[in-house]
């Protein structure tokens, strides 16, 4: 069965930093890009950042692009987002997302964990 | 980076057919055939329901329909279910990001 299971979520001041996993079983880890996605408390839903498999090219919104890193470990099968200078607006909770297709990215996803909360308040 | 658009509520009766409209740019949404719609009810993660533009997931009802036409994409929920109640929300590919719409509150009367 694929799953999708985040953590790494919490309470964070102003300013700090946390660092989010994904870990990922029941497919092909490395024949996948994958995306972090986020929904602030009553919200939408806002695309945040994306890589690549194997993960030589990343993605990101403006809004977090120079704060927060992407990255891959095929090895452990797990998916990071680590967010610096975390800001109020960041509040919310964060998904990691698979695309529907193998080799593509930020195209669509066809699996989504169960999102881990993140707060950024002083 | 302006989110898609897509009408805030919608409402239908058990039966009927309702269609939520998103509208995009030539960007976008009339560019490419990577739009997506996505199904959540309160306090679960999204769900995929219609994929590259008109294409359904295994295990998702046909009563799911999906279509584009210029900037404008689809969703078509036909003969309406009281577990239909849900925000859907839509997606386009840009090749360097993903574009959501602001979301739908769907009401089933």
């Known amino acids: 069965e694929l799953q999708l299971l985040e953590s790494g979520g919490g309470l964070v001041q102003p300013g700090g930093s946390l660092r989010l996993s994904c870990a990922a079983s029941?497919?092909?880890?490395?024949?996948?890009?994958m995306s972090w996605i986020r929904q602030a408390p009553g919200k939408g839903l806002e695309w945040v950042s994306a890589?690549?498999?194997?993960?030589?090219?990343?993605f990101y919104e403006d809004a977090v692009r120079g704060r927060f890193t992407i990255s891959r470990d095929t090895s452990r099968n797990t998916l990071y987002l680590q967010m610096n200078s975390l800001r109020v607006e960041d509040t919310a909770i964060y998904y990691c997302?698979?695309?529907?297709?193998?080799?593509?990215?930020?195209?669509?996803?066809?699996?989504w964990g169960q999102g881990t909360l993140v707060t950024v308040s002083s | 980076q302006s989110a898609l658009t897509q009408p805030a509520s919608v409402s239908g009766s058990p039966g009927q057919s309702i269609t939520i409209s998103c509208t995009g740019t030539?960007?976008?949404?009339?560019?490419?055939?990577?739009v997506s719609w996505y199904q959540q009810h309160p306090g679960k993660a999204p769900k995929l329901i219609i994929y590259?533009?008109?294409d359904r997931p295994s295990g998702i009802s046909n009563r799911f329909s999906g279509s584009k036409s210029g900037n404008t994409a689809s969703l078509t929920i036909s003969g309406l279910q009281a577990e239909d109640e849900a925000d859907y929300y839509c997606?386009?590919?840009?090749?360097?990001?993903?574009?959501f719409g602001g979301g739908t509150k769907l009401t089933v009367l």
């Open positions: 029941g497919f092909t880890f490395s024949n996948y890009g």
């Open positions: 890589i690549n498999n194997p993960g030589g090219v990343t």
């Open positions: 030539s960007s976008d949404v009339n560019h490419y055939k990577y």
């Open positions: 997302a698979k695309e529907v297709h193998p080799n593509m990215v930020v195209t669509n996803f066809d699996f």
């Open positions: 590259d533009v008109s």
């Open positions: 997606s386009s590919y840009t090749t360097t990001d993903t574009k």
